[in-house]
């Protein structure tokens, strides 16, 4: 294109490029539509003529460039059914039109590397590459529906509002990449939802101001080890990896086309968010919550959904149990547990070392033993942390019972680590009074044993101690005096009994102290909570 002023008409634009030209000037769309359904559409084969076609430094020229609106309009770029040749090359300059291309295709790539815009929507554009690596935008960048062959790059980017990739199809770059958005700033939303990305998406640092959807979408990575890989992600509100109802009818707070344009119907089909490759989140800050309701995980055995020491009040992991792989928790800290029994990988598969939560919302029925069985999914090798964990839970929520077991549970598991002679002890310990968690079994063995003590001791008639000041012998009274420590019912003091008997009392005065301890541990645990 030969040299020109901003206010004058290049000679050598052809008749497209001549009513783009004119279109920007007024704000109006230039519409190259020949309005024949399969010869429209961007993603078709059917190629497009000169008739369709301008030229990329065309392009360029009118949005770092252009000429002044005519007077009472404002300029802007709106491009629809439009064929953009050579490469868009907007890297560091400054574009202040509104830009706005649907429908379009790109021969090459587009480049925005440290470009400043104002607001980019590109809808069901077909673009080779896109690189906006530290790109600053004032307001919007929208791609919806888009199809990128080879990947999008948003290195350090600055999206001013709002981030809009909805439904778009993205394929890998030349390192595996689909999206590489490390260090990415969105001010406000970033939706993403029924996206689908056939390489890694790299979120690595990213940080989203209010909250970040990928509702439907499907991140496959068959060639890497993640499909999604955002260490340190902060999302200032909620995180959605979930399912998305699929028949809807129209969303009036939405701005088609570059919304999805639906809200949900009840009882409409539904897409699973569905990431095939391993996830991470390890150590990400999430202000609201993190929602895995209705998602689906494929994993190979060496890949993993890490969510090492995330922070969020709220967790929702109630998506579908991965076949494969782990899912590990370690160190995560979260007010409220959302979950269900069947979500949650089986043994060997779960690690939860170091996992904090405040209190338990299960979805469905989610019994105690189903509970311990999570816990010892998560503990292949015996680690008290996660029973003490649960029983502080339980008891604080009230469910004192259940803490008992609980605890009871980990003094099964711990007694399988032990020697043999402290394992034996511990089975007398378990079957007599389990481990004093239990106490209306030990208040049983002393009804047993006073009852086993009074037989016993009432064919026994021992001489008194002092003749002429003791009390009338009473065998049933006797037992009970020596079983029942600090209390005195005044026969223990009383008689002189020797030999076996001797023997018999002693081991009773000892059981009894056992038993009685036990008891008054129990019934404190009662009364306590937290």
Known sequence: MTGVRAEEEPEDLTASERRMWQAFRTGAVCDLNSRAARQDDPFGNRGWGPERSVRAEVVSTLLLHGPPPVPGRVASLKLRGVRITGRLDLCGGTVEPYVELQSCRFDREIQLAEARVGTLRMVSCAIPRLDAARLHTEGDLHLPRCRVARGIRLTDAQIGTDLLVSQAVVQADGRGRAVAADGMSVAQDFQAELLEAYGEVSLRGAKIGVSMSLRGAKLVNPAGRRALNAPQLTVERTLYLTAIALDRGVDGGSTPPYGTGQTPVAGGRAQHFECRGGLRLDDGRFGDAVDFHGARFVLAEDQEVSLRRIQTPEFRFVGERPEQGRVVVSGAR?????????????????????????????????????????????????????????????????????????????????????????????????????????????????????????????????????????????????????????????????????????????????????????????????????
């Open 334 to 530: 979260v007010d409220k547990l959302v979950d269900q029994s069947t979500s949650w990988p089986g043994p060997g598969r779960l690690s939860m070392e170091g996992f904090v939560y405040g209190n338990l919302a299960p979805r469905g029925h989610f019994p105690l033993a189903r509970r311990m069985e999570w816990v010892r999914a998560a503990t292949p090798e015996y680690s008290p942390e996660p029973y003490e964990r649960l029983a502080a839970v339980l008891r604080a929520s009230g469910e004192d019972a259940d803490a008992r077991e609980v605890l009871l549970a980990k003094q099964r598991r711990r007694r399988a680590t032990l020697p043999p002679a402290a394992r034996a002890w511990g089975y007398l310990q378990d079957w007599t009074v389990a481990y004093g968690y239990r106490p209306g079994r030990a208040a049983l063995w002393m009804l047993v044993l006073w009852a086993a003590g009074a037989v016993l001791f009432s064919r026994y008639d021992p001489p008194p101690v002092k003749p002429g000041e003791s009390p009338q012998w009473n065998a049933v009274l006797y037992a009970l005096d020596l079983l029942l420590p600090v209390v005195d019912l005044g026969q223990q003091g009383h008689w002189r009994v020797e030999g076996g008997w001797q023997w018999g009392a002693a081991v009773l005065v000892m059981l009894g102290w056992i038993l009685a301890t036990t008891v008054a541990a129990g019934a404190s645990r009662l009364l306590r909570r937290g």
